[in-house]
């Protein structure tokens, strides 16, 4: 055997042999130019699509309730807006009515106006059934927030142009 693997520096040989080996690993391996593969064009296949069949499945009030349709979304939504418009015009009314700034008369137009713009949009059965429930939520709406209202206020007449105005496009009752 070699001096260097049995004497007393014998781990040297060993280190040599592993560096050696390395060195040739990295030579035989390590030294090839790493190339890039240039893309080549490839034929792309359009994507095949299959023709959708619109299935129309009868739903059940139930299941409309947590997965309505995008019809009755829009439907509710409109249902809402208009429940909401007519409210904020009661509210007006008895306000303007609680401050003499409006007669019984006029403001049961008002509410004949309501029904008609109501019954117009064709989203209710019944308009009178809507404007006497309605005509409820906004007399709480009005002792909740508007009951504190001062009647000195200088806009109480122009609200009340305005709100005749509207009514004027429905009825054609006469104003005081």
């Given at each position: 055997m070699h001096p260097y693997l049995t004497g007393k520096y014998w781990w040297l040989g060993v280190a040599a042999i592993a560096i050696f080996t390395l060195l040739l690993f990295h030579t035989l391996?390590?030294?090839?130019?790493?190339?890039?593969k240039t893309?080549?064009?490839?034929?792309?296949?359009?994507?095949?699509?299959?023709?959708?069949?619109?299935?129309?499945?009868?739903?059940?009030?139930?299941?409309?309730?947590?997965?309505?349709?995008?019809?009755?979304?829009?439907?509710?939504?409109?249902?809402?807006?208009?429940?909401?418009?007519?409210?904020?015009?009661?509210?007006?009314?008895?306000?303007?009515?609680?401050?003499d700034q409006l007669s019984d008369v006029e403001y049961h137009s008002i509410h004949l106006a309501g029904q008609r713009y109501a019954e117009r949009t064709r989203l209710f059965h019944d308009g009178d059934v809507l404007m006497r429930e309605l005509a409820v939520s906004a007399e709480r709406t009005y002792a909740l927030v508007y009951a504190g209202t001062s009647c000195d206020e200088a806009s109480l007449p122009a609200l009340k142009a305005q709100t005749m105005a509207w009514q004027a496009q429905y009825t054609t009752t006469p104003s005081r």
């Open positions: 391996v390590g030294t090839k130019a790493v190339t890039q893309p080549q064009p490839s034929i792309t296949q359009q994507p095949i699509v299959k023709p959708t069949v619109k299935v129309s499945v009868p739903t059940h009030p139930v299941l409309e309730l947590f997965n309505p349709s995008a019809d009755n979304i829009s439907r509710d939504q409109a249902i809402s807006r208009v429940r909401g418009e007519l409210e904020q015009l009661l509210v007006i009314a008895i306000m303007l009515q609680r401050c």
